[in-house]
């Protein structure tokens, strides 16, 4: 039997004559296994007959009182089944697997380093039949990657041919690192400023926030250039300056107390994150429940305690 099994010249029998051998011998006849399978004992009979001539080895001893497994046939059965077992784990595994849904997602720089990718691991345990792509987009050159099924967005939420839901709210507020304050400070008014270096970004510009303060300054044209956000607030945790940033954003750095906020000012933002998903499609369930995810992470991220406000320094 062994040796039968092992040469190289045997050809992989038809599994319908190995589950016709399996069911006789589970079943002690060759008309059960027929009633089991829908088909004649005489298809039965015929089909063990075969694997027994593929494998050269006798599997049952056949008398007139019916047919009895040989030592041979007890010692294929054991194979057989494991085999059987496997091929049906398998195709069990297989059909038991979630379909994986792939989501695209676009974000900008600071927004996924912030608050996104901190947050995700919620997002996947949730949702382990997600697959997420997360791609980067640079807003102030207008680089946007294709194909995408989401894009976080920073702006005012009108973009053509998308559906814009808005994630935040943030007003504008001041920060430093704690050593520039103490260095350059105290800054207990707006003028106070004027001896500090204004980090800038041509996505947050500081002639609102001035003009909030009282000061008729003009926007700075001096010191530090930055593209990104997540730049400027990085050199103002570096203690080069000071930088205007949102509450969801500086959230994990202000409750470290690596970034404090300068005095009691802030003004609403004219820009704010949105979620977008094309217009002409509705979204997906993986987008839906994304949107919904990342909405009330952002939520959380805004409110307070987020640092101290300027009146608990």
């Known amino acids: 039997m062994r040796g039968a099994s ?19 011998a589970r079943l002690g006849s060759f008309e059960r296994a027929s009633e089991e399978l829908f088909v004649t004992a005489s298809a039965i009979g015929k089909r063990i007959a075969a694997l027994e001539a593929l494998l050269d080895v006798t599997l049952f001893i056949r008398s007139s009182r019916g047919a009895t497994l040989s030592a041979a046939g007890r010692e294929y059965l054991e194979q057989v089944r494991t085999a059987l077992d496997l091929l049906s784990d398998a195709s ?12 695209r ?42 194909n995408a099924d989401v894009w976080v967005r920073f702006g005012i939420g009108k973009y053509p041919g998308l559906h814009a839901r808005q994630l935040t709210e943030d007003p504008v507020f001041a920060v430093c690192s704690p050593a520039y304050r103490d260095a350059r400070g105290p800054f207990i008014h707006p003028k106070d400023l004027a001896r500090a270096d204004l980090l800038r970004c041509p996505m947050e510009p500081w002639r609102p926030w001035l003009a909030a303060a009282g000061l008729d300054w003009p926007e700075p044209s001096r010191g530090v250039w930055l593209v990104d956000l997540g730049m400027m607030l990085a050199a103002a945790r570096a203690g080069q300056g000071i930088a205007l940033t949102r509450r969801t954003l500086a959230a994990e750095w202000l409750d470290e107390g ?13 820009s704010q ?3 977008c998903t094309e217009s002409s499609r509705p979204p997906g369930g993986a987008a839906q429940a994304f949107s919904l995810w990342l909405a009330d992470v952002c939520k959380q991220a805004s409110q307070w305690p987020c640092g101290l406000r300027a009146g608990q320094e």
Not at 95 to 101: A, C, H, Q, S
């Open 258 to 270: 690596k970034l404090v906020r300068l005095l009691d000012i802030e003004i609403p933002g004219e």
């Open 105 to 146: 997602v676009v974000s900008t720089p600071t927004f996924a380093r912030q608050v996104l990718i901190p947050s995700l691991p919620e997002f996947t345990a949730a949702h382990p039949d997600v697959e997420l792509e997360i791609m980067l987009s640079i807003p102030y050159l207008d680089i946007m990657p294709p």
């Open 6 to 24: 092992s040469s190289k010249d045997v050809r992989l029998p038809p599994l319908a004559a190995i589950q016709a051998f399996e069911a006789a």
């Open 92 to 103: 069990l595994h297989k059909r038991g697997e979630p379909k994986l849904e792939t989501l």
């Open 273 to 275: 994150y949105h979620l």
